[in-house]
């Protein structure tokens, strides 16, 4: 008696590529899965490369169970109507049982153009890109192109670090840093070997964060498309880029792929990270000016993107060190040991002056501050100059300590002789 031709699976495009379902009969160990592509062509499924190929003689079935199965394919797929069909192999068999029918038809087409990313600088270098897909799709390529609008662009195409740095807590303030060695194909959450720096002794295992798995650039675009991204069951995604230059403007756009062929590239975002830095402030206005401090009011300038800080800069007139306002009312040089970028930003939005001290009599400074935010640190308001005190007490060449206590007694006040009613000291000069 002839066997009766199993149910034929069930078809659908998912986010992950072409599913194929289909519930086994109690006898069967093995599937056959044929897919018709419309125009005649039959192509067979490879259980090891995960795909249809043209050819199945040599190809393994893939086993099953008794109950319903799922199968999902993102490779050897194109554009156009297909179907599918399946047949059987009991465990007492040599061959495979009866062809299915087809199934219900599924039309294949390549997905639309993504929209335009959103990119946001997170440092002096580097962006934050996000990006969504249309439905259904589920990998991304991004690419990055230089120059002005109209002008000749260099294209750039973004990959994978195999080997990138990373900083992990350490004892005090110096962190440890360990150098990741990122295999092809790595995702966010895999475990991958970390070896110690400089020295290269110690051998760690690391979870992949998402700001290991940084873009780097390379000119030009890979055929196919480099895939670089994989979005989630929604089709959003993000990767972190490093560009080259803060003044070059880039034009950033995403290609998306589903499994059956890529998309061109959608709208770019334009960004410069230049653009993203603080404005100069307004020239600093000085009050409260001594012998050896000088009080420093200022104003941050108008930052839509980042709050800034504020930095007061000194230099003494003329061509002296450059100098720090280090938030203790003091002054230091970046060449100091214990010189500290971030004890010399002050916080714009609670502090609008500060009180610099340790300077020298009668000698002359200018004043700048500047802005710096998230992205990096702008340019330098205009100088303001001013010139302190001379001192009460100004000794000059080498004296003895005599001479000195004479000198002191020349600028003494009698305070007692202050507060003597006037009748009285002139009765007593007279």
């Not at 504020?310 to 002054?331: A, I, Q, S, W």
């Not at 400074?365 to 992205?375: G, I, K, R, T």
């Amino acid at each position: 008696m002839a066997q009766e031709p199993p149910e034929p699976p069930v078809l659908r495009f998912g986010a992950r590529g072409l599913v194929v379902e289909f519930v086994p009969p109690k006898t069967a160990v093995n599937a056959a899965i044929y897919l018709h592509v419309e125009g005649g062509a039959k192509l067979y499924y490879c259980p090891a490369a995960k795909s249809f190929v043209a050819d199945g003689a040599s190809n393994k079935m893939p086993e099953v169970g008794r109950r319903k199965e799922k199968i999902i394919v993102d490779k050897g797929l194109g554009e156009g109507k297909v179907s599918a069909t399946i047949c059987y192999r009991a465990a007492n068999e040599m061959g495979c049982g009866p062809e299915s029918p087809h199934s219900n038809t599924c039309h294949l087409a390549r997905p639309a153009k993504p929209c335009a990313p959103q990119v946001t600088p997170v440092g002096k270098d580097q962006v934050h890109v996000e990006f969504a897909l249309p439905a259904l799709s589920s990998k991304a390529s991004v690419k990055v192109e230089e120059g002005e609008e109209g002008e000749k662009k260099t294209i750039y195409r973004v990959e994978r670090p195999q080997r990138k740095r990373a900083e992990l807590p350490g004892k005090g303030n110096s962190p440890y840093v360990v150098e990741l060695q990122i295999p092809a194909g790595a995702k966010v959450g895999d475990t991958v070997r970390a070896e110690s720096m400089p020295t290269r002794g110690t051998v760690l295992n690391m979870k992949l964060k998402q700001e290991h798995l940084s873009g780097v650039l390379v000119k030009g675009l890979s055929s196919p498309l480099n895939t670089c991204e994989e979005a989630d069951e929604f089709g959003q995604g993000s990767l972190r880029l490093t560009l080259p230059a803060s003044e070059v403007e880039y034009h950033i756009s995403v290609a998306a792929s589903n499994g059956i062929a890529w998309s061109g590239f959608g709208d770019a975002t334009i960004v410069r990270l230049a653009n993203h830095f603080p404005k100069a402030p307004c020239a600093p206005t000085l009050t409260e000016i001594g012998e050896d401090r000088v009080r420093v009011n200022f104003t941050r300038p108008p930052d839509v993107f980042f709050p800034a800080k504020m930095k007061v800069v000194m230099r003494v007139v003329p061509g002296g060190p450059v100098l720090y306002y280090n938030g203790d009312g003091g002054l230091i040089c970046t060449t100091d040991a214990n010189f500290n970028e971030k004890t010399c930003q002050l916080d714009s939005a609670r502090v609008k002056s500060c009180v610099v001290g340790g300077l020298a009599p009668n000698t002359e400074y200018e004043v700048n501050v500047l802005s710096v935010n998230d992205v990096g640190e702008g340019p330098a308001s205009a100088p303001t100059r001013f010139k302190t005190l001379p001192s009460d007490v100004e000794i000059t060449g080498v004296q003895t300590q005599d001479e000195r206590d004479e000198e002191a007694k020349k600028h003494a006040v009698d305070v007692d002789a202050a507060d003597e009613p006037a009748a009285k000291r002139a009765k007593s000069e007279s």
